[in-house]
């Protein structure tokens, strides 16, 4: 079976050229397979726009009825960062819905994995709130819908942006069926995800936030996603795995202090898809979040597809740079401390 992609091209509508945010995005993600020559490979699924009822499922009505009515008259801005244009309420519903379109393609056996390749991005969206550039919360839509019309009981959730997928984590804190894990530096943007924060009720333990040094590197992340997710996922065995795959912990984008790869993300990629190998069938999904250097975003998204359709990671023209710092103590006090690796 193939690698599936869903896009369209009318995320490009919700735009603001001097936001870091816009359109170019995937514009440099498509120019970027075009040039790799892996699109005849990828299967190409037109998107559907989210229903209400699977908005709602994570939502609050009062945050979709307020993009809704602002993209009516013609957009503004929600905060300092998260702006609305009028093209922006189809975008985000039609977001959701190639998140969810991406899920049911691979449960139905359609493909093997899927890559929604969305904007606007999801993962700071909570159920009462659009911010950090996130106006509705794809994988968490993704995910409920999966909870609700699959039959699935346990989904897992992991965030490897450089910041922070505090909507994510809100929209399942209190659910033990979904298990969240993210890695991200630390501090910064929504200043959330402390190590301490761990889920409530029921669901105490699966969350799993794993904040990280700044200018941590391929071997590092390497070394924290070996000994404490793919650990928590092995404890949690999930039944689908949903990935908010951000691609702004590279040491060239603007926004992110922290010195990944273009092939470190492809190593990473390259974990979570054997995790899904031997967890659950190989349902994996992957669903856009960040990502603002242009040139390494296309690379990065392009080495986690080289993956997805069993392949290395292919050129990597964006080395890291920085000296990486020790994680040694901070993983160790993560495996000691959290209930899913105790």
């Not at 993209?71 to 985000?92: K, L, M, R």
């Not at 959701?96 to 899920?103: E, K, L, R, T, Y």
């Not at 404490?228 to 404890?235: D, K, P, V």
């Amino acid at each position: 079976m193939a690698t599936a992609i869903l896009t369209d091209a009318r995320f490009a509508g919700h735009t603001n050229p001097r936001h870091v945010e816009r359109a170019e995005r995937l514009t440099a993600v498509n120019h970027a397979l075009d040039a790799s020559g892996l699109r005849p490979r990828l299967q190409s699924l037109s998107p559907r726009p989210a229903t209400r009822a699977e908005l709602l499922a994570v939502h609050q009505p009062t945050l979709l009825d307020l993009v809704e009515r602002m993209a009516s008259f013609g957009g503004g801005h929600i905060d300092g960062d998260t702006y609305v244009t009028e093209a922006s309420w189809e975008a985000a519903t039609l977001a959701a819905g190639a998140a969810v379109g991406a899920v049911e393609a691979v449960l139905s056996g359609q493909c093997a994995n899927a890559f929604a390749l969305v904007r606007p991005p999801g993962h700071h969206a909570t159920p009462g709130q659009a911010m950090g550039f996130c106006l509705v919360n794809n994988i968490a839509v993704a995910a409920r819908a999966t909870l609700g019309q699959s039959g699935l009981q346990r989904v897992a959730i992991v965030d490897f942006d450089v910041h922070h997928g505090n909507g994510t984590q809100d929209a399942f804190y209190d659910d033990s069926a979904v298990l969240f894990c993210s890695t991200h530096a630390a501090p910064l943007y929504p200043g959330t995800g402390a190590f301490s924060e761990m889920g409530s009720g029921l669901a105490k333990s699966t969350t799993l936030n794993v904040p990280l040094p700044y200018y941590l590197g391929d071997t590092g992340y390497m070394h924290v996603y070996e000994q404490t997710i793919i650990l928590a996922l092995r404890r949690f065995r999930p039944q689908l795995l949903l990935v908010s795959a951000g691609y702004d912990a590279h040491g060239d984008d603007p926004l992110g202090p922290m010195s990944l790869s273009t092939s470190g993300y492809a190593r990473l990629t390259q974990l979570l898809y054997d995790a899904a190998a031997e967890l659950c069938d190989g349902r994996l999904v992957l669903v856009l979040e960040g990502g603002y250097d242009l040139d390494a975003l296309g690379a990065s998204v392009v080495a986690s597809l080289r993956v997805l359709l069993g392949e290395g990671p292919g050129p990597t023209p964006h080395p890291a740079t920085y000296h990486e710092p020790d994680v040694g103590q901070l993983v160790e006090r993560v495996k000691a401390q959290h209930p899913l690796l105790r």
